[in-house]
């Protein structure tokens, strides 16, 4: 089993910048594809950014170039560099997991999810 724990989510000001961290624990590979996900309040859980097992990444429009999804295996944590943010960016964040090397963006084939962690941005 893998065990994933966001944090660094915080309330900011329209324009700011704000570094998740996502650590993982327990049985899993380096080589897995992870992503971040969001959800506002009264929406759907949506895919904003993934890294595959070689390092690739990809974004969904709404935050591509604003944010920036890494990993450092040897710190077993994922990161999500958030900046210029607006306040349609308020959600709670989760990292996912999935068993493959190549990731998408679709919910329901991630297999591992932390807690979430919330951020509010004001304008």
């Known amino acids: 089993q893998m065990q994933l724990v966001e944090s660094g989510g915080d309330s900011v000001q329209a324009g700011g910048s704000l570094s998740l961290s996502c650590a993982a624990s327990?049985?899993?590979?380096?080589?897995?594809?992870m992503a971040w996900f969001r959800q506002a309040p009264g929406k759907e859980r949506e895919g904003i950014a993934t890294?595959?097992?070689?390092?690739?990444?990809s974004y969904a429009v709404s935050v591509k170039v604003r944010f920036t999804i890494s990993k450092d295996n040897a710190k077993n944590t994922l990161y999500l560099q958030m900046n210029t943010l607006e306040p349609e960016d308020t959600a709670m964040y989760y990292c996912?997991?999935?068993?493959?090397?190549?990731?998408?963006?679709?919910?329901?084939?991630?297999?591992?999810w932390g807690q979430g962690t919330q951020v509010t941005i004001s304008s």
């Open positions: 996912a997991a999935r068993k493959t090397v190549s990731c998408d963006f679709v919910r329901n084939d991630y297999t591992y």
């Open positions: 327990g049985t899993y590979s380096s080589y897995w594809c």
């Open positions: 890294i595959g097992g070689y390092g690739s990444t």
